[in-house]
């Protein structure tokens, strides 16, 4: 590895070799490379190509080998390893406490969530907000409006509130421990968004190792993903505006979720950079589901 370039080219043959698995913020063995040899040489992701022919120290060869080292022995994601993910197109820190940010809800916040939105809302609920990618990323697309990041884990919110000094948003943002809806009282919001746990027992027990890095209590939701997200519908009515809607992510489980309420008018969004289970109801269709939904 005696150029930049040739680290990466080497990175990504031993990734390839070891059988990696990328799904936490890169889909492919060279962008995992690229990442990790950008770390390891503190320089930003928009460097110019010609850096690839810089020479390495031996001491940066010896830090880059010992980063792709962790990566093959110990299945680490990257992005734990650097500290660090991108998300709406802004970068977030991200450490073992939470999980690493990839939820296709970015692409909904990047475009404000139009046409799903009357209006722009004041009010937003991150709810299991692990690192705060997405109230953060909300507060930073739309500056009007206030932004609560809630979960039940206090580590998550201690790197979340991270996230919210590193954009010095505290006048807009705050934190909240809460078990669902539990510390939120009668607080309504015209917008609440959510990636809960949603992994069903058997996806977790067949996840690559890479996954079992990340915190359980963020994947996990019962024998067929739902149990959380039960829980969630119940209870968002007492929680939403007028004219509020609900966004929830639900991954695979979208499939068990339309069997398990057939009669609720969930609508699936569409995304251009892929991503699937994401469903948008509104305040109203949420009242008027209710009885489905049922006591929790």
């Known amino acids: 590895m005696t150029t930049v370039g040739d ?36 320089l930003p992701w928009n460097v110019e190509a010609s850096v690839q022919e810089r020479q390495l120290t031996e001491a940066e060869q010896s830090v880059i080998a010992a980063l792709f080292g962790r990566r093959i022995d110990e299945r680490v994601p990257a992005a734990y390893l650097t500290g660090e993910a991108w998300f709406a197109g802004v970068p977030f820190h991200v450490d073992q406490r939470v999980l690493v940010p990839r939820s296709p809800i970015a692409e909904l916040i990047e475009s404000e969530f139009t046409p799903w939105l009357p209006d722009a809302p004041q009010t937003i609920l991150d709810l299991c907000t692990g690192s705060g990618c997405i109230g953060v990323a909300c507060a930073l697309y739309l500056p009007e409006a206030h932004v609560t990041l809630s979960d039940i884990s206090t580590d998550a919110l201690a790197v ?21 809806f539990s510390a939120l009282q009668q607080q309504r919001f015209d917008l609440i968004v959510s990636n809960p746990p949603y992994v069903d027992a058997e996806d977790l027990a067949d996840m690559p190792a890479e996954y079992h890095h990340e ?66 109801l509104t305040a109203q269709q949420l009242r008027d589901c209710r009885t489905m939904f049922g006591a929790v």
């Open 7 to 42: 680290a990466i080219h080497h990175g990504a043959e031993l990734f390839e070799a070891a059988g990696l698995y990328f799904g936490h913020g890169t889909d492919n063995a060279w962008d995992e490379s690229l990442s990790l040899v950008l770390y390891a040489l503190s």
């Open 160 to 180: 979340a509130s991270q996230n919210i000094a590193r954009y010095e948003l505290e006048n807009r943002v705050e934190t909240l421990e809460s078990d669902l």
């Open 215 to 280: 915190p359980e209590i963020g994947l996990a939701s019962g024998l067929d993903g739902l149990d959380f997200t039960r829980r969630l519908l119940s209870e968002a009515p007492d929680h939403l505006t007028e004219q509020g809607v609900l966004i929830v992510e639900v991954g695979n489980s979208w499939v068990a979720l339309e069997e398990a309420y057939p009669e609720v008018p969930f609508l699936w969004l569409e995304f251009e950079r892929g991503g699937h289970g994401v469903f948008l």
